[in-house]
């Protein structure tokens, strides 16, 4: 948050002193001050150069693996085949197993109930989820959009359980009729 | 000396500032046409101190054309949120 007040506030700074570097007159044979430097000298400019290659490089480097390392998620959820409802994932379970990871994608195994609890903690970033049934080692991709788009619902949150905070994520897998009618039932008021 | 810190730390500040808005992008946040145009101008304020450790006064100069085309992003931010005060 303090990062565009500092920017606004080192552009006034370089505004004022550019403008007035660039259009007040050095006297003549005056020695080089704060306002007029003269030429630096080679000792300093090999300095800046070392500098400026050590900050940059470290900008790349973080640039570089920023996306990948934090801003991306990349789940695979793997669902019975034929399955209809809402699939729940509880994360942060303590007694419950960590999710495996293949081909560098976190994966949601689905067990026949809906329910998976994990204690691997929640990922968060741009969403690069993808969705399969199973049935034996066989996977179906699922279509999380478009036409024939079975997956609803997309939600996550978070609870106050028996060992603290907890967050968990909830879908919908069926048709889009399927999905207004759960939903349906879900917000009428005797709904269990 | 001064004036490479003073261009090189704010080319840096307002160049991260810019990028940070700019990377909204991928959330669906339409690109502010002005926003390029200051990215182009902290990138211009970092040579810009390059060119001082030579030449202080031209690179003075090539600062303050920068610093403007910073300002046409900051401005109309800044005037909108003073006049929504």
């Known amino acids: 948050?303090?990062?565009?007040?500092?920017?606004?506030?080192?552009?006034?700074?370089?505004?004022a002193y550019s403008a007035l570097v660039s259009f007040r007159e050095r006297p003549k044979d005056a020695p080089s001050n704060l306002i007029f430097p003269a030429r630096t000298r080679r000792p300093a400019r090999i300095v800046a150069a070392l500098a400026s290659i050590l900050i940059f490089g470290v900008i790349a480097s973080s640039v570089i693996r920023g996306p990948q390392a934090s801003r991306e998620r990349t789940v695979r959820f793997l669902i019975p085949e034929n399955y209809t409802g809402w699939v729940r994932v509880d994360f942060e379970i303590t007694d419950a197993p960590p999710l495996p990871v293949e081909d560098g994608q976190t994966v949601l195994r689905i067990p026949p109930?809906?329910?998976l609890t994990t204690s691997s903690p929640e990922q968060f970033g741009i969403e690069k989820d993808r969705y399969f049934s199973y049935s034996g080692d066989t996977l179906k991709p699922i279509p999380k959009s478009g036409p024939g788009r079975l997956i609803w619902g997309r939600l996550n949150g978070e609870e106050q359980g028996a060992s603290g905070k907890r967050t968990y994520e909830e879908f919908f897998v069926g048709s889009e009729q399927q999905y207004m009618d759960q939903a349906k039932a879900r917000t009428a008021p005797n709904s269990p | 000396m001064l004036p490479f810190v003073l261009y090189f730390i704010a080319a840096l500040v307002i160049g991260f500032h810019l990028y940070g808005l700019l990377s909204l992008v991928a959330y669906g946040v339409p690109v502010n046409p002005l926003a390029v145009v200051a990215l182009f101008g902290s990138l211009a304020l970092l040579v810009a101190a390059y060119i001082s450790l030579f030449r202080p006064r031209a690179a003075a100069k090539v600062a303050l054309i920068a610093a403007l085309a910073i300002w046409s992003f900051y401005a109309p931010g800044i005037a909108n949120l003073v006049r929504a005060r």
């Open chain 1, 1 to 15: 948050m303090i990062l565009p007040f500092l920017a606004i506030a080192l552009l006034v700074i370089v505004t």
């Open chain 1, 113 to 115: 109930s809906g329910k």
